[in-house]
């Protein structure tokens, strides 16, 4: 059992910057990959980055490529998403999520979600 809590969210101006951090409870967390979707007022949710468990390895939806940088520090069990040059259309609910193998880009691949955190771009 995996317990993700988010933080981070708030609202800012276009071409403003957050750093999201998700904490994740238990030991193995290094053995989880970690991923990043969101889901804005009438839409699905979709992928925005992932990340492998030992950090060497990440990818990102197209929309966000060069903007926003997934990392993790698996000594304090977190990962986090660093958001640059945010723009309105990146407002929505982001959500970590987490999945025993490798990294995907699939909603239904991870087992353990969070509660998600709001991000608000205004322009």
């Known amino acids: 059992q995996v317990q993700l809590v988010e933080s981070g969210g708030g609202l800012v101006q276009a071409g403003d910057s957050l750093r999201l951090s998700c904490a994740a409870s238990?030991?193995?967390?290094?053995?989880?990959?970690m991923g990043w979707f969101r889901q804005a007022p009438g839409k699905e949710r979709e992928f925005v980055a992932a990340?492998?468990?030992?950090?060497?390895?990440?990818y990102y939806a197209d929309s966000v490529k060069g903007r926003f940088t997934a990392s993790r520090d698996n000594a304090k069990n977190t990962v986090y998403l660093q958001m640059n040059s945010l723009n309105p259309e990146d407002t929505a609910v982001y959500y970590c999520?987490?999945?025993?193998?490798?990294?995907?880009?699939?909603?239904?691949?991870?087992?353990?979600w969070g509660q998600g955190t709001q991000v608000t771009v205004s322009s």
């Open positions: 990340i492998s468990g030992s950090g060497s390895s990440m």
């Open positions: 238990g030991r193995t967390f290094s053995s989880y990959a």
């Open positions: 999520a987490a999945r025993n193998g490798f990294r995907s880009r699939s909603p239904s691949d991870y087992l353990y």
